[in-house]
């Protein structure tokens, strides 16, 4: 299966700075989604985004499908943005290791 | 928006019980569902994949025969940890998808703990 790659793995930042996360992929895919799982584990659908770009408020999202990587800007952090982002690729939907976001106050 | 309910959220059991955890699409049809397992502190494990009507396609490594899984409409799936044992202990969490080219939608997870 696809093979799908995040970084960083960690990322700690101050209330108010901006952030990029970034997503490979191994092989060209048709889906590509960017989630945040809360502390409760639920997942909160972000961006469905296999091509383009997308924007949600201070969230934005690219995916260069050609080059085979999407990313996730966040703008304006907020503590209630930390929690662990995932992307995930690919018919069968596999998950990166995630980016653990942490943002202080 | 598109809506999974699972259940239930969390169960508690001892050694040796089968546990079925049921994923429904509660506003759409769901041709193909998804089964994960997340362990703390780590990433989604796809465990398999079911279309409805058809077997599931197991990940390697996961056992068929302990984690039975069912698609038998568009909107409901189930999971069937089978005799469970401790090391089942986990955060198991589905998904569904309409068509091929449209996002997956989870429900909440069910943390299962084997006694």
Redesign the interface.
């Known amino acids: 299966g696809i093979q799908v790659e995040q970084s960083p793995p960690d990322l700690i930042l101050q209330e108010g700075a901006n952030s990029t996360l970034r997503c490979n992929f191994s092989d060209s895919v048709n889906n590509l989604q960017w989630f945040h799982q809360n502390p409760w584990g639920q997942l909160i659908n972000l961006f469905y985004i296999p091509s383009g770009t997308k924007q949600n408020g201070r969230l934005s999202a690219t995916t260069v499908a050609t080059e085979r990587y999407s990313l996730l800007y966040i703008s304006s952090s907020q503590t209630t943005d930390s929690g662990v982002y995932f992307c995930a690729s690919g018919n069968d939907m596999r998950f990166g290791a995630g980016t653990r976001l942490t943002v202080k106050p | 928006g598109a809506v999974v309910s699972q259940h239930p959220s969390r169960v508690i059991c001892k050694s040796g019980t089968s546990v079925k955890i049921e994923c429904r699409s509660l506003d759409f049809q769901a041709t193909t569902m ?1 089964w ?1 397992r ?1 362990f703390p502190k ?5 465990m398999a ?1 079911s279309n409805e009507g058809s077997k599931a396609t197991y990940e390697q490594g996961v056992e068929k025969d302990k984690f039975l899984i069912n698609h038998a409409s568009l909107t409901l799936s189930t999971l069937t940890v089978t005799s469970a044992h401790p090391e089942d202990s986990s ?1 198991y ?1 589905c ?1 569904a ?1 309409g068509d ?7 429900g ?2 069910t ?1 299962l703990s084997i006694l």
């Open positions: 998804f994960y997340q780590q990433s989604l494990m796809l994949t955060f969490i998904s998808r091929y080219n449209q996002p997956q939608h989870f909440d997870g943390r």
